[in-house]
């Protein structure tokens, strides 16, 4: 069996379905901070959905995962990795990690993916493209996405390479259409 080997950052919350539609059909490497998330994720799939439990914001147990991941399974093919603003050097590091990888960043609703994809180093090696939640109109207001909504928006973007893909609508922080 040669399976795609994917890495799947966040995996246990809300892509936490996206782990398990992917983990269905290919081997995955899922982190994720919470020991029971990560259990209830790993429990679905326990043949092909490996567990990474780290904090990616601390660097050096980041990279020491990663590549013991790589020694166990082979090259990531494809990254899918929510990392927040606030992370550090953890995007950087995934791609360092992932050199020939089709990589889908996903961003959320406050994000700016022009400065997101500027502040990175991406290989020529590498496909990098984006996924940002947004917000559904709800009659006069806006919620945020449901899980289902994100896994699919997901599987869309994966399934036709866009190089950026809004998921909903973007509203300013006064919840207006923005």
Not at 21 to 29: I, P, Y
Not at 40 to 46: C, E, S
Not at 120 to 132: A, K, P, W
Request: hydrophobic share 35%.
């Amino acid at each position: 069996m040669n399976l795609k080997h994917i890495l799947i950052v966040g995996g246990t919350g809300m892509l936490a379905e996206v782990t398990s539609c992917l983990a269905s059909e290919h081997l995955v490497t899922v982190i994720g901070r919470d020991p029971e998330r990560m259990a209830k994720v790993v429990r679905q799939t326990p043949e092909t959905c490996h567990p990474l439990v780290v904090d990616y914001r601390n660097e050096e147990d980041l990279s020491k995962g990663l590549q013991e991941s790589i020694k166990r399974h082979g090259p990531f093919k494809q990254v899918i990795a929510w990392v927040h603003k606030d992370s550090g050097k953890a995007m950087q590091l995934i791609l360092n990690h992932s050199l020939h990888a089709d990589v889908l960043h996903i961003l959320g609703s406050q994000a700016n993916p022009e400065h997101e994809k500027k502040a990175l180093n991406i290989s020529e090696h590498q496909t990098y493209r984006q996924v940002q939640l947004g917000a559904k109109q709800d009659g006069e207001n806006f919620r945020w996405l449901t899980h289902d909504e994100i896994l699919h928006g997901v599987i869309d973007a994966i399934e036709h390479s866009f190089d950026y893909q809004l998921l909903g609508q973007l509203v300013n922080k006064r919840g207006t259409n923005g």
